[in-house]
C-alpha cells in the first residue's frame, strides 16, 4: 500500500538527531550529552505548537517569518516610484499605500513560502544560521506557515483588485507577473531560487517592476521610458542582498542539492558578481544623471559609498557562515540607504 505523502517527511524531532549525528561525525561539539547520548531541544521534543497558543504568539511568529530586515527591499522601490509619479504632477495616497502594503505582504509571503518549502525539502536544519528557524525548530507547525504566506497573498490580491480598478488591465498584468513570481521564487518543480538566475530575477522585479507598477498606479495610462531607466540602480543593491545570502550558504545549500549562482560559478565568482552589483548602482546612476534622466541632485548617492566600500572588502575577507550573515543586513541596510537618497535626489531636483 502506498504511504501517504507525510509519512516521509522529516519531523523536526528526528531532523535535531539528524543534525546532532552529523556534528558527531565530522567531530565537532555536540548538543550536551545525556545518557542515552544526546539531548534534545524541549521546544521540539514538545512537538507541534500548542493550539492553544495566542494569536499575539501566532503573529509574532509569523512577523519573525516575513524577515522584517528584508523587507525595505519592497519598500524602497515603491517610495521610488511614487517620487517619479509625483515629479509628473501624479500622487494618490490610495494607490501609493495599497501598493506599498501589497509589495510588503508579497514578498512576506514570498519568505514564508521560503522557509515552508525550504524545510520540506531538507534543506534547513536547526543550526542554520540566518533562517528564520520556525519550523526545524519547532516553535510552529509547517502547516501554519504556510496559512500565514496564503493569508499573506490574499490580502495582497485583495489590494491588487483596488489597484486594477485604478490603474487598469497594464497593473492586472504587471501585479500578476509579481505575484507569480514571488510564488516561483520558492515553489514549483524547479524554484527560482534554486538556480543561478534567482539574482537577475529579483534584480528584475525588485529592482524594476515594482517602481513600475508604483508609477502606473498613480500615474494611469501613461509610463514613459525613463521610469524603468531610473529604476535601474536600484537593482543592483537589491540583487546583492540575495547573492550575499546565496555565498553565506553555498554549503548548506550544496549539501541541500541547490545550484545557486556561487555553487555553479565558484565562490570567487560570485564575490566578483556581488561587488559587480555593488557598482552597478553608482555606475548606473552617475550614467543617469550624465544623460539628464535623472537630476544631478541623485549624486545624493554617493553619500552612502562608504558602507559600500566596507561591504566590498568583507564579503571576500568573511568566509563563516555567522560572520556572513551580518554582511547579508549590512548589504540590506545599503540598499535602504542609497533608495533613500537616490528617492531624496529626485525629489530635491523637482522641487529646486
Known amino acids: 500500500m502506498k504511504k501517504p505523502a507525510n509519512a516521509y517527511r522529516i519531523?523536526?524531532?528526528?531532523?535535531?538527531?539528524?543534525?546532532?549525528?552529523?556534528?558527531?561525525?565530522?567531530?565537532?561539539?555536540a548538543r550536551a550529552p545525556l545518557q542515552g547520548g544526546w539531548s534534545l531541544d524541549p521546544s521540539i521534543a514538545a512537538g507541534p505548537v500548542n493550539a492553544t497558543n495566542s494569536w499575539r504568539t501566532i503573529l509574532a511568529e509569523w512577523f519573525r517569518l516575513a524577515r522584517p530586515f528584508s523587507l525595505t527591499a519592497s519598500a524602497v522601490p515603491v517610495l521610488f516610484g511614487t517620487a517619479l509619479a509625483l515629479t509628473d504632477g501624479a500622487f494618490a495616497w490610495g494607490p501609493f499605500l495599497a501598493v506599498l502594503f501589497g509589495s510588503l505582504l508579497i514578498q512576506a509571503a514570498t519568505n514564508m513560502f521560503n522557509e515552508f518549502y525550504d524545510e520540506r525539502r531538507g534543506l534547513d536544519t536547526a543550526s542554520a544560521v540566518g533562517i528564520a528557524g520556525t519550523i526545524v525548530r519547532g516553535r510552529m507547525h509547517a502547516r501554519a506557515v504556510l496559512r500565514g504566506a496564503l493569508i499573506c497573498y490574499t490580502v495582497a490580491l485583495f489590494l491588487g483588485i483596488y489597484l486594477v480598478v485604478v490603474g487598469g488591465w497594464p497593473i492586472l498584468v504587471l501585479g500578476c507577473l509579481s505575484a507569480l513570481g514571488g510564488y516561483l521564487y520558492s515553489a514549483g518543480p524547479r524554484p527560482i531560487a534554486y538556480t543561478p538566475a534567482s539574482e537577475a530575477a529579483v534584480f528584475l522585479f525588485m529592482g524594476v517592476l515594482i517602481v513600475v507598477i508604483a508609477y502606473e498606479v498613480q500615474h494611469p495610462g501613461s509610463l514613459p521610458l525613463y521610469v524603468p531607466l531610473a529604476a535601474l540602480p536600484l537593482g543592483g543593491?537589491?540583487?546583492?542582498?540575495?547573492?550575499?545570502?546565496?555565498?553565506?550558504?553555498?554549503?548548506?545549500?550544496?549539501?541541500?542539492?541547490?545550484?545557486?549562482?556561487?555553487?555553479?560559478?565558484?565562490?570567487?565568482?560570485?564575490?566578483?558578481?556581488?561587488?559587480?552589483?555593488?557598482?552597478?548602482?553608482?555606475?548606473?546612476?552617475?550614467?543617469?544623471?550624465?544623460?539628464?534622466?535623472?537630476?544631478?541632485?541623485?549624486?545624493?548617492?554617493?553619500?552612502?559609498?562608504?558602507?559600500?566600500?566596507?561591504?566590498?572588502?568583507?564579503?571576500?575577507?568573511?568566509?563563516?557562515?555567522?560572520?556572513?550573515?551580518?554582511?547579508?543586513?549590512?548589504?540590506a541596510g545599503l540598499h535602504l540607504v542609497f533608495g533613500l537618497l537616490y528617492t531624496a535626489g529626485v525629489l530635491l531636483g523637482w522641487l529646486i
Request: hydrophobic share 45%; net charge positive.
Open 237 to 331: 543593491p537589491v540583487a546583492a542582498i540575495l547573492l550575499a545570502n546565496n555565498i553565506r550558504d553555498v554549503r548548506s545549500d550544496r549539501r541541500g542539492g541547490r545550484r545557486t549562482l556561487p555553487i555553479v560559478l565558484g565562490r570567487e565568482v560570485g564575490i566578483l558578481v556581488y561587488r559587480g552589483l555593488l557598482l552597478e548602482a553608482y555606475a548606473a546612476a552617475a550614467t543617469l544623471m550624465a544623460l539628464h534622466i535623472v537630476p544631478l541632485e541623485c549624486a545624493l548617492v554617493f553619500l552612502s559609498a562608504t558602507p559600500a566600500i566596507r561591504l566590498w572588502r568583507d564579503i571576500a575577507t568573511t568566509t563563516t557562515p555567522e560572520r556572513l550573515d551580518p554582511v547579508v543586513k549590512r548589504t
Open 11 to 29: 519531523t523536526p524531532f528526528v531532523r535535531q538527531k539528524r543534525d546532532h549525528d552529523r556534528l558527531e561525525t565530522s567531530g565537532q561539539e
